[in-house]
Nanobody, 124 residues
Framework: QVRLVESGGGLVQAGGSLRLSCAASGRAFSSHVMGWFRQAPGKEREFVAAIRWSGGYTSYADSVKGRFTISRDNAKNTVYLQMNSLKPEDTAVYYC?????????????????WGQGTRITVSS
């Protein structure tokens, strides 16, 4: 059984920063990819960023490139999403996800495991 637990959400003003964490447990993750997705009210879930546990290769959505950074701590089985220069349009519930193959894919249906989500609200 895989368990993903997100933390770090909250309310922040536009231009501010937040860091999300996703702690993974239940399996060895050396061959997995971890992703962050978000879902705003009334919208579909969308890809934000992904990282491969082995090698640290990353992928980002165009909307967050240069502002968000995904990283991982293999020893802690934890993935982070550092979010800078936040905008009101970043407001959403952010989900951590994991897949057990190595492609840095952006499609939510290709991720097998999901966390419960953490809410980010960016005020203008």
């Amino acid at each position: 059984q895989v368990r993903l637990v997100e933390s770090g959400g909250g309310l922040v003003q536009a231009g501010g920063s937040l860091r999300l964490s996703c702690a993974a447990s239940g399996r060895a993750f050396s061959s997995h990819v971890m992703g962050w997705f978000r879902q705003a009210p009334g919208k579909e879930r969308e890809f934000v960023a992904a990282i491969r546990w082995s090698g640290g290769y990353t992928s980002y959505a165009d909307s967050v490139k240069g502002r968000f950074t995904i990283s991982r701590d293999n020893a802690k089985n934890t993935v982070y999403l550092q979010m800078n220069s936040l905008k009101p349009e970043d407001t959403a519930v952010y989900y951590c996800a994991a897949r057990d193959t190595e492609g840095l894919v952006q499609f939510a249906y290709l991720y097998k495991y999901w966390g419960q989500g953490t809410r980010i609200t960016v005020s203008s």
